[in-house]
């Protein structure tokens, strides 16, 4: 059997007296696509940074293709594709020329024409590097990572900053790729990212994995647990709400205007939930019953106040 594409044991960074990463475990199967999700500073870019051997843990144990990412960087690099957060070029270099260089580095790349155009950047592709929009320069990063044909490649937030219509080319490169057979693990902000293309879901808190599974693992609910959300004026009274339904239900303004309803969801308690709010003189909107999505169990898992 094969080693696995990335194997993390008890990893641990600090930064002084900062812990960034503290105690991660992560195992990722070759030809796999995992997300690492967590709120800002949780520790995945550190976390991604280590493993791409740019920084030295301080506990812990990381492989990489089986190898350790710092001592073995050079029998890794050919291997390992990077596009680090932010991108980043030289300013003045055109974008034909960076992926032409990035390319010549590699022993059997991709051609650098076809790559630019699946990207929609043959248009810009005489373009300096510090004249391409935000979502350009990104697109330019993924393509600099790919052009080697890596086994795995090393994403940190690859879709930030890109327009819906460049998002769809790069979730729909992204999912060929995986196709392919090469192991991909980026980060996101985009639970919808995430749930569209992740075979694996990690997600990090305070430098740990507080949650991990397949997207629909992770948003199962069991028969019991299904819940009703709708969406209303904000302020409704939710303990009048909760009395009026048969007991063991909740009745939660998870935020202003957005009400979740636990408990098994039935006819009657929908029912009863529409006629409340009709006799309140309050429209339910958005009536849904069925799983949580992703963003939910994100929130549920990491709480929903602002992180610094
Ligand atoms: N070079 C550094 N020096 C000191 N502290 C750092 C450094 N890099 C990161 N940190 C801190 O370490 C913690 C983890 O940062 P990291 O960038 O890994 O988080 P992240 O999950 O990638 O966040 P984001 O989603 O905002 O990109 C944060 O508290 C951050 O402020």
Same mark, same amino acid.
């Given at each position: %059997?094969?080693?696995?594409?990335?194997?993390?044991?008890?990893?641990?960074?600090?930064?002084?007296?900062?812990?960034?990463?503290?105690?991660?475990?992560?195992? %990722?199967?070759?030809?796999?696509?995992?997300?690492?999700?967590?709120?800002?500073?949780?520790?995945?870019?550190?976390?991604?940074?280590?493993?791409?051997? *740019?920084?030295?843990?301080?506990?812990?144990?990381?492989?990489?293709?089986?190898?350790?990412?710092?001592?073995?960087?050079?029998?890794?690099?050919?291997?390992?594709?990077? %596009?680090?957060?932010?991108?980043?070029?030289?300013?003045?270099? $055109?974008?034909?020329? %960076?992926?032409?260089?990035?390319?010549?580095?590699?022993?059997?790349?991709?051609?650098?024409?076809?790559?630019?155009?699946?990207?929609?950047? =043959?248009?810009?592709?005489?373009?300096?590097?510090?004249?391409?929009?935000?979502?350009?320069?990104?697109?330019?990063?993924?393509?600099?990572?790919?052009?080697?044909?890596?086994?795995?490649? *090393?994403?940190?937030?690859?879709?930030?900053?890109?327009?819906?219509?460049?998002?769809?080319?790069?979730?729909?490169?992204?999912?060929?790729?995986?196709?392919?057979?090469?192991?991909?693990?980026?980060?996101?902000?985009?639970?919808?990212?995430?749930?569209?293309?992740?075979?694996?879901?990690?997600?990090?808190?305070?430098?740990?994995?507080? =949650?991990?599974?397949?997207?629909?693992?992770?948003?199962?609910?069991?028969?019991?647990?299904?819940?009703?959300?709708?969406?209303?004026?904000?302020?409704?009274?939710?303990?009048?709400?909760?009395?009026?339904?048969?007991?063991?239900?909740?009745?939660?303004?998870?935020?202003?205007?957005?009400?979740?309803?636990?408990?098994?969801?039935?006819?009657?308690?929908?029912?009863?939930?529409?006629?409340?709010?009709?006799?309140?003189?309050?429209?339910?909107?958005?009536? $849904?019953?069925?799983?949580?999505?992703?963003?939910?169990? *994100?929130?549920?898992?990491?709480?929903?106040?602002?992180?610094?």
């Amino acid at each position: %059997m094969s080693t696995p594409a990335v194997e993390i044991t008890g990893l641990i960074k600090r930064y002084g007296p900062k812990t960034a990463v503290d105690g991660l475990d992560l195992k %990722m199967e070759r030809g796999h696509l995992l997300a690492l999700l967590g709120p800002n500073g949780a520790g995945k870019t550190t976390t991604i940074e280590i493993c791409e051997g *740019f920084r030295r843990p301080d506990g812990g144990s990381v492989r990489v293709l089986g190898h350790d990412p710092v001592s073995e960087g050079a029998a890794l690099r050919p291997r390992v594709g990077v %596009m680090p957060q932010g991108g980043g070029a030289y300013p003045g270099v $055109h974008a034909g020329e %960076m992926l032409t260089l990035v390319a010549a580095c590699a022993a059997n790349p991709l051609d650098p024409a076809w790559l630019l155009d699946v990207l929609g950047l =043959a248009p810009v592709a005489g373009t300096p590097f510090k004249r391409l929009s935000g979502g350009q320069q990104q697109r330019l990063s993924l393509a600099c990572a790919l052009v080697g044909r890596p086994e795995l490649v *090393f994403l940190d937030e690859p879709t930030a900053g890109v327009d819906p219509q460049a998002r769809r080319l790069v979730w729909e490169l992204l999912a060929a790729l995986r196709s392919d057979g090469v192991s991909v693990l980026l980060t996101t902000h985009l639970m919808e990212e995430a749930e569209a293309l992740a075979d694996q879901v990690v997600i990090v808190d305070g430098g740990r994995v507080i =949650a991990e599974g397949t997207p629909s693992a992770l948003t199962a609910e069991d028969g019991d647990a299904a819940q009703l959300r709708f969406k209303a004026r904000p302020g409704l009274d939710t303990e009048l709400l909760s009395a009026a339904l048969p007991e063991g239900y909740e009745v939660d303004e998870s935020s202003p205007g957005y009400y979740l309803v636990t408990g098994r969801v039935s006819p009657q308690v929908v029912s009863t939930v529409t006629s409340w709010c009709a006799q309140q003189g309050v429209l339910a909107e958005e009536l $849904h019953v069925g799983r949580r999505d992703l963003e939910e169990v *994100f929130l549920e898992l990491t709480g929903r106040n602002l992180r610094s």
